[in-house]
């Protein structure tokens, strides 16, 4: 009797206060983010350096250049590994796989088998985006997970920066430089994985719960929290149910937000990677003196562009803030196309606004699909989402110097204007106000 009233006495976890744990896995996620970030952007740098000293078609460029967005389309089979295996354990070894991985570069020169170590490499990062923001929202306190879980992408921006900066400046090495670069990968990862290893990754507490797992759960968030925090009442009452087969996401309930969700996400994400990874072969296709100064300001507006999405975030309703980014975006970068004369200058300006306004929209990247699915289908949702998206950066980045090839600077920013035109068009006339405060009562 006196057990059960123990029981009935716990405090919902989520409830507790923000403490050093919460702070453990933030910081490790943290560290996971700007990784990925910085792996991910590392391979325009690479490429650009490969083109001076070996033969490297367009095709092969666009493909190892997707190559690790190609290993991210994996995240909804990933995300289902997860929720069977449980998050930390996934967590705690693939920053290891992710610098092994890096270090093959130098090794090898054969094409092939660079765009073979980028998918593994893509399909590591992909562990932290699934099952790295599952513990994180299922560790941090109510109100603090939404909000930590907003400002991810600021480190994940400040990873990208990085790569930019090290493919950029790096130099000495030859022919090999291209391959040193990649390698580069392995520093933050060998990092991250270090401090996971020093400061462990607790299990989840609702991941052990979803799985019947109620007394070892209590137990866990005792050992850590303290005795007077459990599992709430109410997800006992909230037994997870069955698998839900992804094809109730095609249904008439669920298909509309299905589409938004990939397709906003798909053309945001066309555009984004393929400009940014290949951006020093954009701006000298452009013909912009000092591509270095250019790129840096470029990597810095987009800095800015995150913290002015996290404001409009919190100041536009969700439905506004991704019709006008989509609009001002493909304007914006249409000018660029079609005004070729302009001096360098208007170019730098307009580039600059430009990187900008789309950076900001990536702020609703990770709230947005999330809103648009209730609790039944929300991970299948989202982890289809985030697939279908990998699928479009994939695209964009093949595509790019393919385009450039083709029709110079001009046809790629053409191509990316006319996505982002067709995702405002998408938006326009389907996508759900999600945010409360704007919905009609």
Known sequence: MLEKKAKIAKKDYKKAPLSKIHLRVLTAIVLGQF?????????????????KYIQISDMWTGLIGAGGLIGLS???????????????????????????????????????????????????????????NALLT???????????????????????????????????YGQHTWQIILATGAIPALFTALFRSFFPLPPSPGWLASKGKIKAANRL?????????????????????????WTILFSKKYIRSTLVGGSFYACQTFAFFGISIFLPILLQGMNITNPKVSGNLYNISMLIGIFWGIYLFNHLSRRFFLISNFLLSAILISVLALLPQSSSLVKIIVFSIFAIVL????????????????????????????????????????????????????????????????AFIICLFWAPETAPKYQKK
């Not at 990925?36 to 650009?48: E, H, K, P, R, V």
């Not at 270090?103 to 054969?110: F, I």
């Not at 989202?382 to 110097?401: D, E, K, Q």
């Not at 450039?404 to 204007?417: F, H, P, Q």
Request: proline share 2%.
């Open 138 to 172: 299922e560790w941090l306190p109510k109100g603090e997970d939404s909000k930590r879980q907003s400002h991810l992408l600021i480190y994940w921006v400040l990873g990208f920066i990085a790569s930019y900066l090290t493919g950029t400046y790096l130099e000495g």
């Open 359 to 422: 950076s900001s929209g990536l702020v609703l990247d990770y709230p947005y699909p999330t809103e648009l699915f209730d609790t039944k289908v929300q991970a299948s949702g989202v982890g289809t989402c985030i697939t279908i998206s990998r699928i479009g950066a994939a695209a964009g980045t093949f595509l790019l110097p393919i385009l450039t090839e083709i029709g110079g600077s001009n046809l790629a920013m053409l191509v990316c204007a006319g996505v982002l035109f067709a």
């Open 221 to 245: 968030i005792g050992r850590i929290l303290g005795h007077k925090w459990g599992i709430s009442r109410h997800f006992k009452r909230s037994k997870k149910q069955g698998q839900v087969s």
């Open 35 to 51: 990784t990925c970030g910085f792996s991910l952007g590392i391979t325009g740098g690479a490429l650009t350096n490969a083109a």
């Open 74 to 132: 994996s995240s909804a089979l990933i995300g289902r590994l997860s929720d069977k295996i449980g998050r930390s354990q996934l967590l705690m070894s693939n920053m290891y796989i992710l610098a092994i991985l890096s270090l093959l570069h130098p090794l090898t020169s054969n094409l092939a088998l660079t765009f073979l170590i980028r998918i593994g490499i893509g399909l590591m990062m992909a562990i932290d985006y699934t099952a790295g």
